[in-house]
């Protein structure tokens, strides 16, 4: 068997790395090939371009390289007929994904879409471009498969990976000895987001915020996890700006999951952190910001009140959100303040949370993998 993948940014990277291996169960000798990260290479996976070419942020990005993806996706829909696999399967990126798969499709080419777009969230109608493209859709939340069956799609609700990784009791000692925290103080981490205009857009605030908190409860100790030298530098470039140099920051490379764990409360940029903390039970409060333009287009088409993956599982406002203009320390340090005074509330949120985490741990992988196979087997 030979199957295609295309994954954008790290996170289908990592989904794509565990689906490939939970596929070889099932076919020892398949092939895998296409667009991918280093974890599908690490897995046996032949990378015709790098998967960091397709990560952009927001409208506005796509549009700036929209000629250097469209000649990537070109020259891979002529490869790909040239050459069919028995299936492919694209990764996420669904902007890039679903024209090509529908491409493929109506060249004979099997195809399925993993990790439904968000049209639930915005942009609906995309589900008819998706019935056009995808054989078969793989579902990371279990309310997703019925929107989709509506309009005679087939999806499956396969559950989702970090629900499988993460422990259902975090071990909070244990992230803070490794972390060199004292038990002590309380902490609160701050994650201003992995991408560098997320970074810079959230940065200063985030410093204000822990400015405020800290006049008002000094003992407090704050953690910033960053991935890159490039966001590291962004955010230490805020802290200059703000000659908040006496506040007790912490900035780690990585260990994002230990500072959550580690700490009281996260004050945390939209998007998949905002899962990761809520599956290791933590009170949170969100925040983002995007490219003004980004940002009025998505807000015209949007469908929920809520953006938090934690608030859109939950269905309600589980944790507070500030979004674009409602940006403000002052009611982002009142947000924590709160989660840090009230353990009653944050036990009954950890209930909550803890919910939603058994309804995601599916086995994910081997999940896909089985929805997977009967397109293989037609072959």
Known sequence: MRIAMVAGEASGDLLASHLMRALRVHLPDVQFFGIGGPRMEAEGFDSWWSAERLAVNGI??????????????????????????????????????????????????PTAHYVSPTIWAWRGKRVFK??????????????????????????HFVGHPLADEFPLKPDREAARELLGIPKAPKVVALLPGSRNGEVSRLADDFVATARILHERHPELRFVVPLVTRA???????????????????????????????????????????????????????IAYRLASLSYHIIKRLAYLPY?????????????????????????????????????????????????????????????????????????
Not at 135 to 145: G, K, R, T
Not at 318 to 328: G, K
């Open 60 to 109: 506005v990005d796509v549009l700036f390289r929209y000629r250097e993806l469209l000649g990537i996706r070109n020259g891979l829909v002529k490869r790909l007929r040239a050459e069919p696999p028995d299936l492919f399967i694209g990764i996420d990126a669904p902007d890039f994904n679903l024209g090509l798969e529908e491409k493929l499709r109506k060249s004979g080419i």
């Open 231 to 285: 966001t590291r530098h962004l955010f230490e470039e805020a802290i200059r700006r703000a000659d908040a140099q006496e506040l007790p920051i912490r900035i780690l490379f990585g260990h994002s999951r230990e500072a959550m764990t580690a700490a009281d409360a996260v004050l945390v940029a939209s998007g998949t952190a905002t899962l990761e903390a809520a599956l290791l039970k933590r009170p949170m409060v």
């Open 307 to 379: 953006v938090g993956l934690p608030n859109i599982l939950g269905r309600e406002f589980l944790v507070p959100e500030f979004i674009q203009d409602a940006v403000n320390p002052a009611a982002m340090a009142d947000a924590i303040e709160k989660w840090l005074n009230d353990r009653t509330a944050c036990e009954a949120l950890a209930e909550r949370f803890d919910a939603i985490h058994h309804e995601l741990r599916q086995d994910n992988a081997a999940r896909a993998a089985e929805a997977l196979l009967p397109l293989l087997r037609r072959r």
């Open 130 to 155: 998706i019935k056009r493209a995808a054989d078969c859709v793989l579902c990371l939340f279990p309310f997703e498969p019925v929107l989709f069956e509506k309009h005679g799609v087939r999806a």
